[in-house]
């Protein structure tokens, strides 16, 4: 079955880049997409590419999709504190309601 | 900005209880989707639903669970007999587009 996966844990200094990757095995795949989690909270969809682009920007962040690999990263540039939160990786294939999430990265963001 | 909302935030019951989670879908949105998480685990897709029926369901959604739309605008989750293993949080998703599925701030169930 589909399998995401992502390193657990990423600490970073404050202004410095946050480089969050994810892998998955869905070849199938059409969305993946980039969720935020801060404590106690609920799920916030942050970006999302279809699997026919290889880069989308939204202003700090960059997301990049190597389809071959099967890699997808996420970077945030100037990474604040407030960008403190567990992010997930989730991918949906097309024809399917679901989505697969991974386990989920939590950054830390050193002030 | 519109949002999906949940009801309770928390619930705690005994097990064996039965126990009715409320979801308030973005109100012109067409899909509605529970997931669950416990603690420490992924996120999983337990069961979508679409013009008042089941379109797809997980292993997990099994004959203990349920949903309905009992009156158009809420969206429900029940559980008939919970277990301890259902403990968790259980989160609402509804979505208009193909692509983009919003997600509430959950609910988090314990059960004792």
């Known amino acids: 079955g589909e399998d995401v996966e992502q390193s657990l844990f990423l600490s970073v200094r404050e202004g410095d880049s946050s480089v969050i990757n994810c892998t998955y095995t869905?070849?199938?795949?059409?969305?993946l997409y980039w969720y935020k989690q801060e404590p106690g909270a609920g799920l916030q969809l942050l970006t999302y590419?279809?699997?026919?682009?290889d880069m989308k920007q939204d202003q700090r962040l960059t997301v990049l999709l190597n389809k071959k690999d099967k890699h997808l990263s996420l970077r945030i540039a100037d990474t604040q504190t407030g960008d403190s939160a567990i992010y997930f990786c989730?991918?949906?294939?097309?024809?399917?309601?679901?989505?697969?999430f991974g386990t989920g990265t939590k950054l830390q963001v050193i002030p | 900005e519109p949002e999906v909302t949940q009801t309770p935030s928390h619930q705690v019951t005994q097990m064996g209880q039965e126990v009715i989670l409320r979801c308030v879908p973005i109100?012109?949105?067409?899909?509605f989707y529970w997931y669950r998480q416990i603690l420490g685990q992924k996120v999983e897709f337990l069961v979508s639903?679409?013009?008042?029926?089941?379109?797809?369901k997980s292993e997990i959604f099994d004959d203990q669970f349920s949903v309905e739309r009992p009156d158009g605008s809420n969206f429900t989750l029940k559980i008939r007999s919970t277990k301890l293993e259902d403990s968790a949080m259980y989160f609402c998703?509804?979505?208009?587009?193909?692509?983009?599925?919003?997600f509430g701030p959950g609910t988090r169930l314990l059960v004792l």
């Open positions: 998703a509804t979505r208009l587009s193909q692509e983009t599925q919003y």
């Open positions: 869905d070849s199938s795949s059409t969305y």
């Open positions: 590419i279809f699997s026919n682009m």
């Open positions: 989730a991918e949906k294939a097309g024809g399917y309601q679901k989505v697969t």
């Open positions: 109100s012109n949105h067409l899909y």
């Open positions: 639903f679409y013009n008042n029926e089941i379109s797809e």
